[in-house]
């Protein structure tokens, strides 16, 4: 029976997820308990901290000016059906700060670097790298997943605040320099209108989640990948799509505890 | 340890990330503006507060004198009490008058401070007597609403 077949499929891919979660549970929390013995050998930190966090500065910044300055744009037609012109620093500054800044740069860090974390781990152990380890007694978790988990999480709140500053400043270009809203109300708005705890400290906080999330996800995938080249490339796919996901769902659950509405 | 290029990109990197969260404090949030650790505490009633909030301005001739920090409902005289605090620089005689502006048509609210003309200033922990509200404007579309019904039909 086909109905029966469906209904059976439908509790297998359930099943298999729910399994998936909890094998990423524990590869989180070995992640962690390893860690120690990952800071002693910072050198591998400071090394990934280079191909997560330095190789993403340049789409950081060309991304975040470019919606920085769309805000600017963007915002100047619809402030000024009210009339309201001088808030446009306001309203650049507060949408980079809480949503852009680090939704934006965990998107694009989930793309830029998470999928180059599975793709990495996955031919590691495709060509038996990962086995050759354990072989040699070497912990691959405190190894390789510590240094890049590490990395990951410390690269991320940096990277979404440089997105942030970049685009204010791809507003200012636009809403100062090329449409000529007064400079002295730019900055005077948009400094009464962002709190340093209210928006800026929740900004970071919420990009440190997204940091711990995308990097979880990525090695995760790259981790148990198949050592197939096929196995390799689903993984990198789920990497991306997976953590993306993720992080548009847990903004949601993250601005809703933060920005209640006061 | 040697020293490689590695370590000084990853420097910048690090360096550019936190000149970038000192730049977003200083210059876009409001950590670099106001500094409230040397003031003086107020408080003032008022009928109606409209859509006062805490961390509210205070300004006197235009200039930012304070924030206001509290904003709780008296329950003996049915009032609401705003807590003010004010740049122990900037000293206001007793009798000074509270009011409760707008900027802009619709801006945000803030507390408009006009000092009179007593000698003796105030102090931490006083009361600002004299309030005025804040004007709400559905009371104000009311009040023309009525006149105009009163006056005779022509």
């Known amino acids: ?262 | 340890m040697e020293r490689t290029t590695l370590d000084l990109w990853v420097g910048i990197f690090v360096v550019a990330g936190i000149a970038s969260l000192v730049m977003l404090a200083m210059k876009v949030g409001n950590l670099g503006t106001y500094n409230v650790s040397d003031a003086y505490q107020v408080h003032a009633y008022f009928t109606n507060i409209g859509g006062l909030k805490p961390k509210a301005s205070i300004k006197s001739a235009g200039v930012l004198v304070g924030r206001v920090t509290d904003i709780t409902l008296d329950t003996e005289r049915y009032q609401a009490k705003v807590v003010m605090s004010l740049d122990k620089r900037y000293l206001f005689p007793k009798d000074t008058f509270a009011n409760i502006l707008t900027s802009g048509l619709l801006g945000e609210q803030y507390i408009g401070l006009m000092p009179g003309g007593d000698d003796q200033m105030l102090k931490n922990g006083e009361q600002l007597k004299k309030t005025q509200s804040a004007i709400v404007l559905e009371d104000m579309i009311g009040k023309f609403i009525y006149n105009k019904a009163e006056e005779p039909a022509k």
């Open chain 1, 1 to 262: 029976m086909p109905a029966d077949k469906a209904i059976k499929g439908i509790g297998h891919r359930v099943i298999d997820a729910v399994w998936r979660i909890g094998k990423a549970s524990r590869f989180f929390f070995l992640a962690l308990l390893y860690s120690g013995s990952g800071f002693r050998r910072f050198h591998l930190i400071i090394k990934e901290l280079f191909s997560t966090g330095v190789m993403s500065l340049i789409i950081i910044i060309v991304a975040g000016l470019f919606v920085g300055m769309v805000l600017g744009l963007q915002g100047y037609e619809t402030l000024k059906r009210y009339g309201s012109e001088s808030a446009l620093g306001g309203m650049v500054a507060l949408s980079l700060v809480r949503e852009l800044g680090p939704v934006m740069a965990a998107l694009l860090f989930a793309s830029r670097a998470g999928s180059a974390m599975t793709a990495e781990i996955g031919l590691m152990k495709a060509t038996e790298q990962i086995s050759a380890m354990e072989m040699m007694a070497v912990n691959p978790i405190a190894r390789i997943v510590a240094p890049r988990f590490w990395a990951g999480v410390i690269s991320m709140p940096l990277l979404a605040a440089m997105f942030s500053a970049v685009g204010v400043f791809g507003g200012y270009f636009v809403g100062v320099v090329q449409i000529g809203v007064d400079e002295g109300s730019f900055w005077s708005q948009m400094q009464a209108a962002v709190d340093f705890r209210e928006d800026i400290l929740n900004g970071v906080i919420k990009s440190f989640v997204f940091g711990i999330v995308v990097t979880v996800i990525a090695l995760f995938e790259g981790y148990d990948a198949p050592p197939t080249a096929e196995g390799v490339s689903g993984a990198t796919t789920r990497t991306v799509v997976t953590s993306s996901l993720a992080i548009l769902m847990l903004d949601f659950v993250l601005t809703a505890i933060m920005f209640r509405g006061s």
